[in-house]
Structures are given as structure tokens and as C-alpha cells.
């Protein structure tokens, strides 16, 4: 039987570790093409480039693993991969990360992991992004790339609902402590931005943007509670933002 | 009566015409402060600037109208704005444009206008982004404006749904051919890249993205229908990305 061919791509670079774990997770599930940013892009949501050139550059990083870093964004890696260097061959299986820091909640929006993954949901291709709840660049992902791996076996053999992205988060822990795997919806959740204000050496101030997650939401089916309570998180996106009741709701309201 | 604060932000940065156009149409409205990007940010999505710094500077683009122009994305103007030049006083309306160029359909995902105004939403702010559907720098705004004046009444009057941001797009044409406003869902379209391959001086390869817009949605009730039948249209926007419907499914076909 032919091997599926999984394109893998992530936000935090293709030098990351946890684009590294992901790959040797995976290696043996199928044809691996690897196609990541060649800096980290952290924070890029769905951005694409537009208005500036591309690059793409064969790397070297996963040895005999074809693998490409490029100039752009997670969302540009997958346009790039399908368009120019998979030439439109069917892409059976997109996995993005894994991505160092939690991507919970609304954290879902400004993700470049994410970004990618529902770049390759819009173009039909079953897409898992995942995440360790963990911003330490050496991160310890051992206790997640089991579940990693069984998930990528599920959506490889059961398919997935069309033009679906799996948000899949990982708890920080040993594996002992994880008690299993949660279907979940998006916690309702917005950060409080604080900004540290410097004063440069040219007298010049600047900011760094810091905040911390508020979390109102009081439901035990979203993916904020499940990592609370040691499971492993996943949400399944979809990329409608249409809000059908806001629809009825102005209908009934307004007058045009 | 106290003026509702109303800021102001768009993609295109601080100097570009839809935002003038912008805020002459709503100045008499409000109490009108400008935060808006440095620079063209178009594509950025909902990408906001983390591992990076951020600058604010006082612009006079507006003259008599507090304006100030930042390094960062449209995401990143807002939550400025909020936290850092408005000290957290209550926005009443967070307005965000005139975008040159469509964000209907699945443009959305891609367009820093409406990143700007899903931020706004997300901190209960009532937002609405809007949109030209001409890419010409100097596009011809005059036969929208007088509907953006409408839209921007109504919601100060009527408010918003919770946590909603409008995505108003506005036909190219003259005042007389338009219809109407539709109050409409995202229509299913994909792009269909295409990269244009060029050579640099030096002999590396780069590209160029294009492509065009796939739109097999069938529907007469969505934002693409209503601009080609010369309405505005407006898609109420949430930002909770849950397939409600895929949860269930994989529930019921997952063995975990």
C-alpha cells in the first residue's frame, strides 16, 4: 500500500525541538515532506505574505527527511508546500508543531501552529496542530509523543470531519500524571495585556507586551479545564466565523 | 450628553486614504482617537507581536484628532490603544479601515482589519471593520461613505451583540448602483495559489504570491453573493473556532 504522504510544518522554526520530536514521532506513519519557517514566527495567527517575496531553501536539519525552510509564515509554508514543492500532490495529512507553549483557548487565534493547520484544513487536508503547554525551549516532550503519535494514527485510519483542524494540547508533565484525552470546545477566555514600558539608549521608550490569560469561563468541557485536570485537549476548528444567531439577532433588530 | 469614544485603526497603515476617508465619515459621531499601524500590514490576520518590541509615536496625519501611529501589527494597535494611550477607558465603538481591497469570504482569516476588529470584540468592545472591494490605493470611496456613516449610527444606537465584530465590505461602484445592505454568513471559498518564480540578481530564486479566489458556494445568502449583486455586506464575526458538529462526530467514532 502506498504511504501517506504528511506534510509538517510549525510557528516556532524548523530548528525548534518540537518540530524535531514531531517528525521522529511520525517518521514511520508515512512520507514525511518537512516545509517550516526558517525563523521563529511565534504569535503570526493566519498571516500571510503579501506585498513581499518568498524564499524557499532545502535544509538538512532531519537528515535523509526531505525537508525546506522558508522565508514567510506558518500560513505561507503550506501554500508553498502544496503549490510549489508537492506540485498539488494530494497532501494526505498536515501536522503542525509541536509548538513550544500552550495554544488553549483563544490562544487559538493568534497562533501561527494553528494558522498553519487551518491553512491546510481550508484546502481540504486533515490538519492537527499541537502544542506543549510548556514556553521553555527544552521542553520536555516525552510524555506527549505517545498520545502524539496515537492521535496521528487515529485521523491517518478514521479520517476527519471536512476541512476540520484538531487543536491538540498537552499538558506539561510526566506520563504517568496525564489521564487521557478530552474532546473539548474553545474556553472562553481573553488576555489581559500589561505593556513593560523601556526607555531605549537613544532616550527613546518602547514596550514589550506581557499579560496574563483570564479565564471566566465556569464550563468542564473546554480544552482550558481539560489541561487543568491533566488531559491531553483537542478541538476541532473550523474557519466560518459567521455567528448565525448575531445574523437573527440584527435582522430582527435593525432598520435598513 | 458625554460623546462615545471611538478609536480608530485599519491595515494599511496611518497614512493611507481609506483610513482619512474613515475618519472624516464618523468625527462628528464621537470622540475620535487614531492608533493605526506605521506601515502597510496587510495579510497580518489576527498575528500580534510577541519575542519583539513596540513603539508608539504622536502623528498628525488628522490635525485636530489624537492620532498616533505604532510599529506593530492591527492586533497590537488595539490592545495599545486600550491598555497604553487609553489607560483602559471604555471604548464605545472600535472602528477599523477603510481596508483598499475585498476581506469577504475566507479573506477574513487573512485580513489585519479584521484582526483588529476581532480584538476588539474579544475585549467586549463593539467593532466593525470595513472593507472596499477596489485595491486601488486611490480607490473611489465617496459612494460608501454615506453608508458606513449609516452603519457606525445604528450600532451606536443599537450596540452589538456580545463579542461580535462586523465585517462590512462595500461594492466598487458609484452611489447609484447600490442596492442595499445584506446582512449575510462568510461564503466557503479557498484560494487557489499561484507563485510567480523570479530570479534575483544575485541568481536565487524567489517568489511571488498570487492566485485567485475559488468560490464553488452555491448560496445567494453570503457576503460574495451580495457584493455581486451590488449590496453591502455585513457578516457578523465571532471568535470561537469550536466545530460544535465535530465534536460529536468524533466523539462517536473515536476509540481513545
Same mark, same amino acid.
Given at each position: ?9 510549525n /510557528? ?7 518540530? =524535531?520530536?514531531?517528525v521522529?514521532?511520525?517518521? /514511520?506513519?508515512? $512520507? ?7 525563523r ?20 538538512k536539519t532531519?537528515r ?5 525552510? =522558508?522565508?514567510?509564515t506558518?500560513? %505561507?509554508?503550506?501554500?508553498l508546500?502544496?503549490?510549489?514543492i508537492?506540485?498539488?500532490r ?5 501536522l503542525? *508543531? ?13 497562533? *501561527? ?19 506543549? =503547554? %510548556? ?6 516532550f ?9 492521535i496521528?494514527?487515529?485521523?491517518l ?6 476541512n ?17 484525552i478530552?474532546? =473539548?470546545?474553545?474556553? #472562553?477566555?481573553r488576555?489581559? $495585556? ?5 526607555? /531605549?539608549? !537613544?532616550?527613546? #521608550? ?9 479565564n471566566?469561563?465556569? *464550563?468542564?468541557?473546554? /480544552? $482550558? ?5 491533566? !488531559? ?5 476548528c473550523?474557519?466560518?466565523?459567521t455567528s !448565525?444567531?448575531?445574523?437573527?439577532e440584527i ?6
Amino acid at each position: 500500500m502506498k504511504k501517506p504522504l504528511i506534510l509538517i510544518t510549525n /510557528d516556532d522554526g524548523i530548528t525548534s525541538k518540537g518540530i =524535531c520530536e514531531l517528525v521522529s514521532a511520525v517518521k /514511520d506513519l508515512g $512520507e514525511i515532506v518537512v516545509v517550516a519557517p526558517d525563523r521563529p514566527q511565534s504569535g503570526m495567527g493566519h498571516a500571510i505574505t503579501v506585498g513581499d517575496t518568498l524564499k524557499i531553501k532545502k535544509n538538512k536539519t532531519f537528515r535523509d527527511i526531505e525537508a525546506y525552510e =522558508c522565508s514567510g509564515t506558518p500560513a %505561507d509554508c503550506v501554500k508553498l508546500a502544496k503549490h510549489q514543492i508537492l506540485k498539488n500532490r494530494r497532501v494526505n495529512l498536515l501536522l503542525s *508543531g509541536v509548538n513550544h507553549g500552550s495554544n488553549t483557548s483563544i490562544n487559538v487565534l493568534y497562533s *501561527g501552529t494553528m494558522g498553519a493547520a487551518i491553512e491546510g484544513a481550508i484546502e481540504g487536508t486533515p490538519a492537527i496542530g499541537f502544542s506543549l =503547554c %510548556d514556553y521553555d525551549p527544552k521542553g520536555n516532550f516525552s510524555h506527549g509523543i505517545p498520545f502524539v503519535a496515537k492521535i496521528v494514527k487515529e485521523v491517518l485510519s478514521k479520517g476527519l470531519p471536512k476541512n476540520i483542524a484538531l487543536n491538540v494540547n498537552i499538558p506539561a508533565m510526566s506520563d504517568e500524571q496525564i489521564k487521557g484525552i478530552k474532546i =473539548c470546545r474553545q474556553a #472562553d477566555t481573553r488576555w489581559q $495585556e500589561d505593556f513593560d514600558l523601556r526607555v /531605549d539608549p !537613544y532616550g527613546r #521608550d518602547y514596550y514589550w507586551m506581557v499579560g496574563n490569560l483570564i479565564n471566566n469561563d465556569q *464550563g468542564q468541557d473546554h /480544552d $482550558e479545564w481539560a489541561i487543568k485536570n491533566n !488531559y491531553i485537549s483537542i478541538v476541532p476548528c473550523h474557519f466560518d466565523l459567521t455567528s !448565525y444567531q448575531a445574523i437573527t439577532e440584527i435582522n430582527a433588530d435593525w432598520n435598513f
